[in-house]
């Protein structure tokens, strides 16, 4: 039996992979045109969102930081190998004018096109990436599954890029929180809540694969707790109701002083747990939990909605 399941985790080890594989492909293949996230995500047969999740955590970057390293490596080949002209390599490369493409081109070679014509000048490469199953994992990561029924939330919601995702250098939705706190509209929307009873939801919703953007909202529970007679003037006041669908929930403690170990967790969820335990994200809200009388150290609980799948062996 246990030999069964380890051939059943390799397996999946092996669907995961070969899915962000297939991804990376296909971004070769089209590395001269215009793509989008929701077109390479369609070819792996996952929603853009949680794509662009996935390839960020195992690969360790976006896929359009990948596009454009890539397409940068290409250029300066070709800049030093044919007579193309930088406005024409420019064009060819996806850019919107020689001035953008020779600053990206600078940033990333630490030197200019037009001195990558020069023989003697020093460039970056970057090749395309073939992942590999590695050995990981080795510490504990400890983790519950919960059932839940439909819930109903009011929040205050904003609509953020897909590109944010895993982009340590992006503060916006911390920024969304700060904004939040300083206008005073978390508060009052914690009062609607019985005291000892207060946490805070961050919820952040699956994204369409026809839109660039996915809404994140920071609000509180309705239900038997809640002072309901007060939501009708909150929602007049720029509040929302965001309502989740019954789900199957994989739900870890983030422990540490700050969001990064949010990140660590997540980085986690894609490299150990989905591979070895059989689950994968679905198409539902994901939130964190933040309490109002949590345990010692606790920063938040990450809660993501998961399915069991099957490896086809």
């Not at 047969?45 to 794509?51: A, T």
């Not at 207060?198 to 839109?211: F, I, M, T, V, W």
């Not at 689950?279 to 309490?291: K, L, M, S, V």
Request: charged fraction near 25%.
């Amino acid at each position: 039996m246990m030999r069964y399941n380890q051939c059943i985790q390799g397996g999946l080890n092996k669907v995961l992979i070969q899915l962000i594989q297939q991804a990376i492909c296909y971004l070769e293949e089209h590395i001269y045109e215009d793509i989008s996230y929701a077109e390479v995500a369609e070819s792996v047969h996952m929603s853009s969102y949680n794509f662009h999740r996935a390839f960020s955590f195992i690969v360790g970057m976006t896929a359009n930081e990948y596009l454009r390293k890539r397409r940068l490596t290409l250029a300066a080949r070709e800049l030093q190998t044919t007579d193309i002209s930088v406005i024409d390599a420019a064009y060819k490369y996806g850019y919107d004018s020689p001035e953008s493409f020779s600053k990206a081109f600078s940033r990333f070679h630490g030197s200019t096109p037009k001195q990558a014509k020069q023989k003697g000048t020093r460039l970056h490469l970057f090749n395309p990436l073939v992942i590999k199953i590695i050995l990981e994992g080795g510490s504990i990561m400890d983790y519950r599954i919960e059932q839940r029924e439909s819930r109903q939330f009011v929040a205050l919601v904003k609509a953020f890029p897909n590109e944010i995702v895993n982009d340590d250098s992006d503060h916006s939705i911390p920024d969304f929180w700060t904004e939040c706190s300083e206008k005073n509209l978390i508060e009052p929307m914690r009062l609607l809540r019985a005291e000892g009873k207060r946490d805070l939801y961050g919820l952040c919703s699956p994204a369409k694969d026809s839109e660039a953007s996915f809404n994140y909202g920071i609000g509180i529970l309705v239900d038997e707790d809640t002072d309901v007679s007060k939501l009708d003037d909150f929602l007049k006041n720029g509040y929302s109701l965001w309502h989740t669908e019954p789900a199957d929930y994989a739900v870890f403690k983030c422990f540490g002083s700050d969001g990064s170990c949010l990140g660590e967790t997540w980085s986690r969820f894609f490299r150990e747990f989905v591979p070895q335990t059989g689950y994968t994200q679905t198409d539902d809200t994901d939130y964190e939990i933040y309490f109002e009388k949590g345990e010692t150290g606790l920063f938040c609980e990450l809660w993501v909605p998961v399915r069991q799948i099957t490896a086809n062996l």
